[in-house]
Structure formats: structure tokens, C-alpha cells
């Protein structure tokens, strides 16, 4: 298959075949990872510049390990630490970025279609890295990954996705993604947290959390975004893991083999208990793990894929 993506924006973009291919590609390199010498030829020569805007360990990280995996130059730039403080523009910064002629940009921004933005004023691929509530493409893709790993498959499993959906672009993207892919996407949260109309994107929507992970093969638990949050949409913390923190009694209701996910960071104690977090059915370390591989695929795809690894 040809991948024809220059820049990875969104899940939206991408059709069947697409995610099949990253989540295949990313299959492919997965072996790099575990051997003594974690390092391959294939993106000697290229430059990426890993230019984040928003806090993140694992994106960050991952994005830059997967780049070294390949043998690509990597930088990282955080908003702290560039002449944004000073005021710069966004297309300011990314034109004189630009003008050092790196291959990729991966960018984490605070604003939705940020990505998009700049993907139409630079010639290098964009790569989004979460751009406020919109999308997080490789979070989404490395949990179909990590589903597909443990589950053998993506269509016809029940996944149930729990929290604070309005202001998740994790949420959004695994609901394009897992919808394409033939998955049934359950989501639950508090009214205040589950965007009206969002069930005309394919979702079965519930207020009840008990309903929504009743026999799910995945029960995805969503991190409160509080900096996302103009005003207060909960009462106190200690309601919402009431109601909506996943615990060894509500994970009963789940399939029995049923996966626990969580992009990271966890709140214990709120969206999730410590012994469910730790538990023989979290996978949250696996998606980690994968996120290395799916990111070496996207790196890899965007550039034309044709390099031998
Ligand atoms: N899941 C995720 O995006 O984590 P970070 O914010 O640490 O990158």
C-alpha cells in the first residue's frame, strides 16, 4: 500500500486502510525496540524538531526516542524555552524553524487546529501531537495497537470510553478511529462533560458508567482536564470517582478478560484506583510501550516510507 499522508493532522483524515498500515508498519518495528542495539538507518539524514507548546512526559519522550531509533536529529523545543515568551507569533516561530530545513515538525499545541494551521503555511510534514480538545492521532493510534496486541482485532469489540469527553482529544480521535475500524464506542461522563450531538459521530452515549462498560472488552478511563475547564463542571473530585472512577466492583460489569486503558496522566484515586491502575488487566504500560513503535511508523510513513529499515 502507498501512504500518502505528508502530514499526520488528525484521525479524521485517515481511512481504514490508513490505520491499518501505521498499525502494521508499526508492527514492523516493534522487534527494534527489544533488541540490545535499538537503532536503525532508516531516517539518517533527517531532522525533526519536536515542538511542544503543552506539559507532556510520554508524547515528548516517545516522539524523540522513536526519531533516535531511526537515526533521525531530534530537538525539542518547549514553549518555556523558545522566544515565544517574547511574544513571537506561531507562524513566526515555525518559519524560522522552518528556515533551518528540518523534515518533520512534531507540534503539541493548547489550540484546536493548530496543526492545521500551521500545516498550511510550512513546507515540512506536520505531525499533531494533541492540539487542545481536537485530536491526539498517535495516542489514538497506539491504543488501537495495544487493542489489536491483546484482543487480536478491532472490530466488533465493545470499547467503552469514560470521563471528561468534551475537552478529550484522546476521546475524539480513538471515536473516528475505532468507529472506522468496526469497533462499537460506548462513552460516558457527567452531562457536563459529554458534548451534545456527539452520538452523530457513532458513539452510543451513557450517563451512567455502569451501563456503558456492562460487557465492554475495553473500558478506557479519561483524565479530568482541569486546565481545559473554564469553569467548574463537577461538584467535588471525590463525587465524580463516585460515579465516574473505574474500581475493582464497577470493572466487574466489564467483560472478564476486559482491558483497562488510560492515555496518562493518571489521577489516582479519581478517575482510576491504584489496584485497577496496577491491576492484571491495565494495559497503560503496554500503550507506552507501543507509542514508541506507532511513532517510528509515523515518522517513517510521512517520509515516503521508502528507505529500507
Ligand atoms: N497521553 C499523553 O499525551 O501523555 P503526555 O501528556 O504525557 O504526552
Given at each position: ?288 510501550e507501543n507509542g514508541v513503535a506507532v511513532r517510528m511508523a509515523l515518522l517513517y510513513l510521512v517520509l515516503g516510507g521508502?528507505?529500507?529499515?
Open positions: 500500500m502507498n501512504f500518502r499522508h505528508k502530514h499526520i493532522l488528525g484521525i479524521e483524515q485517515l481511512s481504514a486502510d490508513d490505520i491499518r498500515f501505521i498499525l502494521d508498519t508499526a508492527d514492523s518495528f516493534k522487534e527494534i525496540n527489544s533488541r540490545d542495539i535499538k537503532k536503525v538507518p532508516t531516517l539518517r539524514g533527517k531532522t525533526i524538531v519536536n515542538l511542544f507548546f503543552e506539559a507532556s512526559t510520554r508524547t515528548r519522550t516517545s516522539f524523540e526516542i522513536a526519531g533516535k531509533r531511526l537515526s533521525a536529529d531530534t530537538i525539542n523545543i518547549t514553549a518555556s524555552s523558545s522566544s515565544v515568551v517574547k511574544g513571537e507569533t506561531l507562524e513566526d516561530t515555525a518559519k524560522n524553524i522552518e528556515a533551518m530545513k528540518p523534515d518533520i515538525i512534531v507540534m503539541r499545541h493548547a489550540a484546536s487546529g493548530a496543526c492545521h494551521y500551521l500545516a498550511e503555511r510550512v513546507d515540512c510534514s506536520i505531525i499533531n501531537a494533541g492540539d487542545g480538545a481536537h485530536e491526539h492521532p498517535s495516542q489514538a493510534l497506539l491504543d488501537m495497537l495495544t487493542i489489536r496486541q491483546h484482543k487480536g482485532r478491532l472490530e466488533g469489540l465493545k470499547v467503552a470510553i469514560v470521563g471528561d469527553i468534551t475537552h478529550s482529544r484522546v476521546a475524539r480521535s480513538n471515536l473516528y478511529g475505532l468507529t472506522r475500524m468496526g469497533a462499537e464506542v460506548r462513552l460516558a461522563g457527567p452531562g457536563t462533560m459529554v458534548p451534545p450531538g456527539i452520538e452523530r459521530m457513532g458513539a452510543k452515549v451513557f450517563n451512567d458508567m455502569r451501563e456503558a462498560i456492562a460487557g465492554a472488552d475495553v473500558v478506557m478511563m479519561l483524565r479530568i482536564q482541569l486546565e481545559r475547564q473554564g469553569k467548574t463542571l463537577l461538584p467535588t473530585l471525590r463525587e465524580y470517582a463516585k460515579f465516574y472512577g473505574l474500581n475493582t466492583e464497577n470493572l466487574k460489569l466489564a467483560a472478564p478478560d476486559a482491558l483497562v486503558m488510560h492515555p496518562g496522566p493518571v489521577n489516582r484515586g479519581v478517575e482510576l484506583s491504584s489496584y485497577v491502575a496496577d491491576g492484571a488487566q491495565s494495559v497503560i504500560l503496554d500503550q507506552v521508502e528507505q529500507a529499515q
